[in-house]
């Protein structure tokens, strides 16, 4: 125990240190954050301990009234912000405070640019926290006590924001945290009963625990904030701003939110949402199980965070609270997972976020340019995950198409549908593993002929959406690789005449290649898909897709190859080349070429490329000495 009780001094994670330099210089234009940061974090240990007290009575010591405590000395040139919640054990101390274990932190680091202005969004997206109080001040001590501890369990942390902190035990009668800000010279103007109540007022208005400091010549404390629950009062009552600075409470960013909904529910439930989306992606957004969205509050009484159960997984990316009326106060995780309550509030949110996005697409699409482009493949989960509200999702989806040449995805399937030529049945796609090989697939050519529309997929979730959204509006979603091409009505009776007379013309070559490519495919056949390339690859209507075989292939799955069919054009010069070549020796290496050449532009991998080279080199060399 004497051993423990000695002060030691341990170095900052190299990120800590990266992160502190970076925060002093690109946020110190905006200080006035270190005291927000602050009294979030004096909130959230006051709601940890609620949530720990429902279970544990003992832990409140015998105070239940918790607040925050704002100080300030003129002459030591300090700042304190001090709360009765959890606290911390000294390994709380080491993890929360020396260390990020934050998910994405290499990315975030690897996406500044040595650019400030830029910086500082970047560093306010990741979340500055504590650390936010090395904005003002050259030292910072922390004196703190985990609730249930006994006294002589508290811990000093003292850093001066450089590679190192100190860390010892110390005695603290009272549970919760105490974090004295040592000010940096010039800042003299902070340690001012005025000014930091100003700060509180604009940043902290909606902290639902009382933010109290001393009344100006007395000696008795006032309550700065209104220290009621926002979502609680009336809309009318709450301005943009107070909901913009609860949004960077609840989701700790450092930015507006992109677009937010409050509502009240009543009737067999009784609940209040305040749901927002934020304005840029997490870097941990795909970590599909860490979840930090949203936090459950019953009766104003905060009960857990990330409480998964509130929204479905592709809606991870919203941040917010749900307080309800009608759950019981010692609800758990287990209790959620099976409660018709929480099914219902579930559902209600889900409408509640859905109609929100719905709202933003008609009346400001600009911003939905901006909310897809950072959380739209999160949304495309969804088709597959939430059967109920199908629909109304694949109404949000945006996709990049052959009506333009920018990657831009901004094409709703309802824009499409608008777009369809007179006896246009389907909805046409190709899907590919990056835009320019979609872009560019020999399978899009009849379409641009024939001014068709084709949706360009490129995402590796897109091949799971369209395995899920089969039709929109009664319309169906039509692979350009796959099955055999019938446009219907968009082709007249001489065209298909024409087909029909090439077929039989070709019967004698179609058969001769299948029979020379022998396994290596299903099914060899003319086309009417290609207007400049030779040959093409393309599967059974119901069979997986090349590019999903080769996504699967990557990802360690098992799978079962599928026999691809060869279309080739009869209106080519090296398919009629071929055909002139029928009884040749060559004849055997040129269908060879012709599946190799098809199975490289659609992406695909050759499985012996030193035969294909020397199939090659040898049709070039009859060729030069013809």
Known sequence: MAAESQKETLGFQAEVQHLLKLMIHSLYSNKEIFLRELISNASDAADKLRFEGLSDDALYEGETDLAIKVSFDQEARTITVSDNGIGMSRNEVIENIGTIAKSGTREFFQSLTGDQAKDAHLIGQFGVGFYSAFIVADKVTLVTRRAGLAPE????????????????????????????????????????????????????????????????????????????????????????????????????????????????????????QLLYVPSRAPFD????????????????????????????????????????????????????????????????????????????AEKEPEKYKTFWREFGRVLKEGVGEDFANRERIAKLLRFASTQADVEEEDVGLADYVGRMKEGQEKIYYVSADSFAAAKHSPHLEIFRKKGIEVLLLHDRVDEWLVSHLTEFEGKTLQSVAKGELDLGSLEDAQEKSEQQQEADEFKDLVSKVKEALGDRVKEVRITHRLTSSPACLVVEQHEMGANLERMLKAAGQPVSATKPILEINPHHPIVARIKAEEGASRFSDWSHLLFDQALLSEGGQLEDPAGFVARLNGLMLALASA
């Open 153 to 272: 369990h508290g811990v000093r942390w003292e850093s001066g924001g450089e590679g190192d902190y100190t860390l010892e035990t110390v005695s603290k009668a009272t549970r919760g945290t105490d974090v004295v800000l040592h000010l940096r010279e010039g800042e003299d103007e902070l340690v001012n009963d005025w000014r930091l109540k100003s700060i509180i007022r604009k940043y902290s208005d909606h902290i639902t625990l009382p933010i109290k400091m001393k009344a100006e010549g007395k000696d008795d404390e006032e309550t700065v904030n209104q220290a009621s629950a926002l979502w609680a009062r009336p809309k009318s009552e709450i301005s943009a701003e107070q909901y913009h600075e609860f949004y960077k409470h609840v989701a700790h960013d450092f930015e507006p939110p992109l677009a937010f909904v409050h509502a009240k529910v009543e009737g067999k439930q009784d609940y209040t």
């Open 285 to 360: 957004l795909w970590d599909r199980e860490h979840r930090h969205g949203v936090k459950l509050y019953v009766r104003r009484v905060f009960i857990m965070d990330d409480a998964e159960q509130l929204l479905p997984s592709y809606l991870r990316f919203v941040r917010g609270v749900i307080d309800s009326n009608d759950l019981p106060l010692n609800v758990s995780r287990e209790i959620l997972q099976h409660s018709k309550d929480i099914d219902a509030l579930r559902a209600g949110s889900v409408k509640k976020v859905l109609g929100m996005l719905e709202d933003l």
